[in-house]
């Protein structure tokens, strides 16, 4: 059986999700989709807004066929780490292609840049190098970089577009790790990474949905840009936790944690850098809500995401210490299986190169505690007393 | 002017406090009652009931002269430092005598014990060493040494009873720091320390007043055992914060900082030891309340009192390093006064011989800072969103 792997989120599932998986399917032939999925905790640094078992019943009752972990040590890091970990373990349980959405919407420019970048790596370095010194973000370094590189950027993938970033750092670790998986890219409709939803449009952002339910609209009210089988597993999550997963959710604990633990502290947690630990410690003191917050950590040196994804590792515990024990994925952790799925495990179970894991139990690699440990952690922001969820939960089967 | 001090939680402030207070002026034949109180956690470790400002608005309005905080370090300690700390801050502040209260009720008792206890300490730590090697609490090594130095223990204070022993310390702490202030004791008067409240009594132990009011009497209902002047102060506390003070209220920030920490990080934080914090990181997993998490951690190696003080101490962040850094109290924070408080300030300003500190802007000395952190843990447990209040409160006048 032939597989093409795509590395998601789904947070929540919605009908461009729905696209790009069909998309996948037929455009590189193959019998199943498999996703590697984020955890509870996302690549912008935020807690879920649906939980990981919620988001793996969307994408199973959607016709993805496998749906297995992404590890919080990659879903919470850099487009190159988190490219890095999604590849792996595609790689690892043997899919002879990948996916990605993207802006571009054809692979022939990323392969372009991918060649240019390789051929003249050392003086794209130099130039990043330069730019970060004089005080800009590194993405905006890199991208500086790459345009003075390619020109007029004609025929090479346009890295300013998230989904083109992605997608290059995927072809990327494809590359670097030698994998033999094709990559094949689909053209992302209807709606920018960040858009607002607007009346009469079936797709909207992942994004745009989330805020509209922060404004109140009812998962009813958004299910024209979601596929049918979304609705009921969000109205379950909703039912069980009583609303669904943000920063502003998760405030008070991330508050106390950040005060409780002083600026010297602080400094241990991953991706924490430059002391802006007195600044996040100091703005903590003063706002009540997380967009205040925020709005006095932000600056120009810093994306929102990347303050995003430190306060996630303070909020979890997750130190430099712990980020820099690791290498590479130790195994594989599933999350729920369509029949066509069970029967390609079934099939290829000894070509598979990593351990299988369908239950936390048997997790005793120091990445996938880790994994445990960040649901105990989201469990309580949601307000949940439930914290051996990840323990009494089986991979879920859609037969 | 001369000042009779005493070293108090009033938690809440209650008949047998005003008692107390009422019997110290009597016996000192001091112009004034100079009390140092305890801030946001308390010797039992746990949270306080009612917060330092209400606790100070109680204790002027039922006569009380000056109202000082016992800083958190000794706040939280075992008796013996507990001790340490009230007894340097009513050196400093000039009182000629201390009172305390006991069951014992006169002072010739402890007098003897001090001697017996001074001549015969090589011997007296040998048995408690000896005695704690078979695995018994600390406490009852303590009490088990000390009979069998005393014999039948006639004509000296009997260590079995919990305010005979922090007497018992008062006199230690004073005797080591070469202090002049005079001993004196009351006898407490018609509830033992823990008891629950009876009906027709007019004196409860603070212990059973909080209990019945966790048990759904309200303010007024339980006002038969508290002066007058403590109503009020309780009510706005209840109003402000829509609950009072307890390790159950503030149980799901305790978790959460329990399971983000892990038993490796546990360890730093002071009075954990012998391997606790596995037993403490494994019953937070398990345990949705308090009471269910305390039964589960609970020994006879460890009291319930110990315990609370570790969970105190990893609550705040609160690690042995800082433990280990503090000396004498550097400072007096003052919390409230009377008229004839603020005369005595005044008179005695220049003999007084730690500086008098009103704001706590002020405050630079570390064990100060601590203070100001601890009031920031304490409010986010109260579900308060105004963590400036420490910055913000002048100490309280009562003219």
Redesign the interface.
């Known amino acids: 059986m032939k597989a093409v792997g795509v590395i998601v989120e789904y947070n929540p599932f919605h009908n461009g999700h729905l696209h790009h998986a069909q998309q996948a399917r037929a455009e590189s032939g193959a019998d199943l989709v498999i996703a590697v999925m984020s955890g509870q905790f996302l690549q912008r640094g935020e807690p879920a807004f649906a939980d990981k078992w919620t988001r793996t019943q969307m994408a199973l009752d959607a016709g993805i066929d496998l749906v297995i972990e992404l590890p919080y040590v990659y879903a919470t890091a850099q487009a190159s780490d988190f490219a890095k970990g999604g590849i792996a373990l595609l790689e690892a349980i043997g899919c002879s292609s990948f996916c990605f959405g993207s802006e571009q919407g054809s692979i022939a420019p990323f392969l372009n840049s991918r060649e240019l970048l390789t051929e003249r790596s050392a003086e794209y370095q130099h130039l990043i190098h330069e730019a970060v010194q004089t005080g800009i973000s590194y993405p905006k370094a890199l991208n500086n970089a790459y345009l003075s590189l390619t020109g007029n950027g004609a025929g090479f993938a346009d890295l300013t577009q998230p989904n083109n970033i992605l997608g290059f750092h995927y072809l990327e670790a494809a590359q670097n790790s030698g994998s033999s998986m094709k990559p094949l890219t689909i053209q992302r409709i209807g709606a920018n990474y960040h858009d607002p939803i607007r009346a009469g449009l079936p797709i909207a952002s992942a994004t745009g949905i989330r805020e509209a339910f922060f404004k109140g609209e009812s998962v009813d009210e958004l299910s024209s840009y979601m596929p049918e089988s979304s609705i009921l597993p969000l109205k379950n999550m909703e039912q069980e936790y009583g609303t669904f997963g943000s920063w502003e959710q998760f405030y008070?604990?991330l508050?106390?944690?950040v005060?409780?633990?002083?600026p010297a502290?602080l400094k241990r947690f991953a991706e924490i850098t430059e002391g802006i630990e007195n600044l996040i410690y100091q703005s903590a003191?003063?706002a009540?809500d997380f967009e205040s917050f925020i709005s006095l950590v932000k600056s120009k040196r810093f994306t929102r995401t990347r303050i995003q994804r430190m306060l996630t590792h303070i909020?979890?515990?997750f130190t430099w210490q712990l980020l820099r024990s690791f290498e590479a994925p130790g195994y594989i952790r599933l999350l729920g299986m369509s029949a066509t799925g069970r029967s390609y495990l079934n099939q290829t179970k000894k070509n598979i190169k990593l351990p299988l894991v369908s239950r936390a139990a048997e997790l005793h690699d120091e990445m996938g505690k880790l994994d445990i440990?960040a649901t105990?952690?989201y469990l309580?922001g949601m307000g949940s007393?439930d914290?051996?969820k990840e323990f009494t939960t089986p991979p879920i089967y859609r037969g």
Chains 1, 2 share one sequence.
């Open positions: 008070p604990l508050r106390f944690t005060l409780r633990e002083g502290n003191k003063t009540n909020y979890t515990g440990h105990a952690m309580q007393a914290l051996k």
